[in-house]
């Protein structure tokens, strides 16, 4: 284990020397919260943050409070534009985001992808605490790599450990986490979209359930080009029209002085 820990603080010192400012894109998730944990410990210049979308489950906004207390190192909250939030509703409905996978991207988009942004604005690297065992959307990522999508450089340096190290990490040093997790929610995101799941079911079973497993992307980790690019004819046509919702997302961006911040 402390051999594991040393090569996350090792990459997180490479990222500070190397590509300050750096961010840390915190979900309150159990990965993160074992990196939390690890660059407060470690007192890295890290900027760290949370992007609530406004349908977080209540006990997520109860760990974010908990975090707060627990570390002295500052979360950051951003929220999505009210007025994309207001339009994409009035579009859809409040719960359109379960009617096509086109509509779900639109909502994680203007709920997550657009904030993100925003947080990312002026940095020269993120941080995130994504595994490549979670799901088959993230067999391809590499710990330190150029992410065009956002164009800056992205440290995932969690990669390579396992569900098991995570829990054993939180449970050694008494890192606070999402008391969902005892309730068979391993993975967590927005109340409405995710559930949770039974033994032997895959650990993002509970994340947009209704959904194939390779479209389980909210935008935040795919590269605009994959998004645009994999799947059938379906997804193609669905995609197009998700093109199209950008380009009035960015259009209602622009009347709020924001542009700069959405170059989808
Ligand atoms: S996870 Fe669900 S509620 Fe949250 S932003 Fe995505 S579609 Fe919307």
């Known amino acids: 284990m402390q051999q594991k820990i040393d090569q996350v603080v090792a990459v997180?010192?490479?990222?500070?020397?190397e590509f300050s400012p750096v961010c840390f894109a915190n979900s309150l998730g159990a990965e993160d919260m074992v990196l939390t944990d690890i660059i407060a410990k470690n007192q890295l210049n890290i900027e760290m943050f949370s992007l609530d979308t406004g349908r977080l489950p209540q006990e997520t906004y109860d760990l974010m409070q908990e975090v707060r207390k627990h570390y002295e190192t500052p979360l950051q909250v951003y929220f999505p534009n009210s007025t994309l939030v207001e339009t994409y509703v009035a579009q859809?409905?409040?719960?359109?985001?379960?009617?096509?996978v086109?509509?779900?991207?639109?909502c994680c988009f203007v709920r997550k992808v657009e904030p993100l942004r925003r947080a990312l604005s002026g940095k020269k690297a993120w941080v995130t605490g994504m595994r490549r065992d979670q799901a088959v959307?993230?067999?391809?990522?590499e710990v330190s790599a150029y992410d065009a999508d956002q164009g800056l450089q992205k440290f995932n340096p969690l990669l390579e450990w396992s569900n098991k190290e995570v829990w054993a990490y939180i449970r050694q040093y008494d890192v606070p986490y999402n008391k969902l997790h005892d309730q068979f929610y391993p993975s967590l995101g927005c109340a409405p979209c995710t559930r949770s799941?039974?033994?032997?079911?895959?650990?993002?079973?509970g994340r947009w359930w209704w959904e194939d497993?390779?479209?389980?992307?909210?935008?935040?980790?795919v590269s605009h080009g994959s998004q645009v690019a994999h799947g059938s004819g379906v997804q193609a046509v669905s995609n197009t029209s998700l093109q199209a919702s950008r380009e009035r997302?960015?259009?209602?961006?622009?009347?709020t002085n924001v542009k700069q911040e959405v170059s989808a």
Request: charged share 25%; glycine share 12%; proline share 4%.
């Open 92 to 100: 859809h409905g409040i719960n359109g985001f379960y009617d096509s």
């Open 102 to 106: 086109e509509n779900r991207k639109g």
């Open 137 to 141: 959307t993230r067999g391809t990522l």
């Open 249 to 255: 997302i960015i259009e209602i961006v622009s009347q």
């Open 197 to 205: 799941i039974t033994p032997g079911e895959d650990i993002r079973a």
């Open 12 to 17: 997180l010192q490479q990222a500070v020397r």
């Open 213 to 221: 497993p390779k479209n389980k992307e909210c935008g935040l980790h």
